[in-house]
């Protein structure tokens, strides 16, 4: 064991050394992580349309045309369903808000007298500026349908003869009460069949489409939400898992050229020179970059929690993530580092294969943010699965059981590279 440790203090003092190589291993992932980060940060609270849930309970004219009215807003995206799915959106964070039109909403009593809360919003407490957005959103919908009834020939019409139709049949209003308000509704319907209702609204007989508010409009009661946590809390939380892909990435590149190096050095012929076996020697410089690896990913991730916040419910799976992460990544390096037998040959195929294994892994874009043709291609990448051991330890809140899959192929992994790449270093330089 000794003699593993003497060897491979040796390499990463070699490393430690190398100032621009450092900088690959340790600076160059940093700067992806923020760069990113802040590309996905600054773009998630800048969304084109508020996706909200109409639940319909009226099911009346009215409230039809309210639902549409708020369909034809580029701001909104509408879906209509029961009260049940539309709070499991909401819970989910599915959907931003869900609206409940209750019964009677738009007839005469809740239009005039005020009574009753007509609907209801429900949204996440923690979305106050949403939220206030979205009852100004519904405000302009309902004085614009407003304005539409009362300065639309027909529609006025229509809703004049049924407030007409609703007093006749009102069973609490006295008599004298019934026949003033019929005789003032019908005078009132019949002048709106007979006015030029473009001129009432404020514009000319050509332009219809002008008016103000008429200053009512329907109660709105908020229900508080509290949304289910279900995916990263920041953009950091997606951005660190491929920080530390990277990483891994310089680590084994750097190692593995190494390797080459100390060969076309002569420094590998005088390490077999002395009293240690091939299997001290391979070992001896996995333990290093393996070591290395586990110091690089510790350094980003304490950085990541001092500045960011990132945390984890569980640091022992996140423990096995990283060390499986790290020998995955060593076993890759010592079958990088048999590719060629020059230190431009290796570093060639061995970027090569790291960024194509990056590009399809995840580690350039997103897992979360890939189309699903990408997903599948994306199961051959041991970067694929590191990134998911770690999102599954940090933000996916996986289970022991659920961690067993990537963690069992990044071991998988990393035992049968460093196996096949030591049988062709001894082949090699046997």
Known sequence: MRTLLIIAAKDLRLLARDRFGLFWVLAFPLMMALFFGAIFSGGSGNRAEMKIVVVDEAQSEQSAAFAARLDSSSALRVTVSHADSARLLVRTGKAVAYLIVHPGFGSLENMFAGNGTTLTVGIDPARKAEGGYLQGLLMEAWFSMMQDRFFNPSKSQRFLSNVVEQIESDTNMNAGQREVLTGFFGDLEQFMGQVDTGVLAGGSAADSGGGASTGLGPKIEVEEVVRQQSGPRSSWEITFPQALMWALIGCTAAFAISIVSEHTRGTLLRLRLAP???????????????????????????????????????????????????????????????????????????????????????????????????????????????????????????????????????????????????????????
């Open 276 to 430: 240690l076996s091939r299997a001290h020697l391979l070992a001896g410089k996995g333990l290093a970059c393996f070591l290395f690896s586990i110091a690089v990913c510790s350094l980003l991730l304490l950085f990541a929690k001092l500045v960011f916040g990132i945390s984890t419910p569980d640091p022992v799976r996140l423990a096995l993530a990283v060390v499986a992460c790290a020998g995955c990544f060593t076993g890759l390096m010592m079958l990088m580092s048999v590719l060629g037998k020059t230190e431009q040959a290796v570093a060639g195929a061995g970027w090569a294969i790291m960024l194509v294994m990056s590009m399809t892994g995840g580690g350039m874009v997103p897992l979360m943010a890939m189309p699903n043709w990408m997903v599948t291609i994306s199961h051959i990448s041991p970067v694929k699965w590191g990134i998911l051991a770690l999102e599954g330890a940090i933000w996916r809140g996986f289970s022991y059981s659920e961690m067993a899959l990537p963690l069992g192929v990044l071991i998988g992994v990393g035992v049968a590279a460093f196996t096949v790449g030591a049988v062709i270093f001894r082949r090699v330089h046997g």
